[in-house]
């Protein structure tokens, strides 16, 4: 699966989960992230997968459909790192 078809995936994964899948576009939403959550999830919590690879979108889309939260954020030009965990994002007060 090319870098293209990937980014095609994410937006319907998305426009399906808006309240559990978030791509990370700024330091600000950064701040979205709950690090405690994270930190509980432990490394099960973390992975890092390169643009152009495969398997990323359906590891997301199988987290999303088990209830679980995500976070896209981009390492560099060719990566990415993937957060997952229940309750990973913060509550707007």
């Not at 293209?4 to 990370?24: G, M, S």
């Not at 896209?72 to 007060?93: C, E, H, T, Y």
């Amino acid at each position: 699966m090319s870098t293209q078809e990937n980014a095609i995936k994410v937006r319907e994964l998305v426009n399906k989960y808006p309240n559990k899948l978030k791509v990370i576009q700024s330091e600000a939403m950064v701040d979205l992230i709950d690090m405690d959550a994270l930190m509980k999830a432990g490394t099960a919590g973390m992975s890092d997968y390169k643009n152009d690879d495969s398997t990323w979108p359906d590891f997301i889309s199988k987290q999303l459909d088990s209830g679980k939260d995500v976070a896209i954020l981009p390492k560099g030009k060719d990566s990415i790192l993937i957060f997952v965990a229940n309750g990973l994002f913060k509550k707007r007060w």
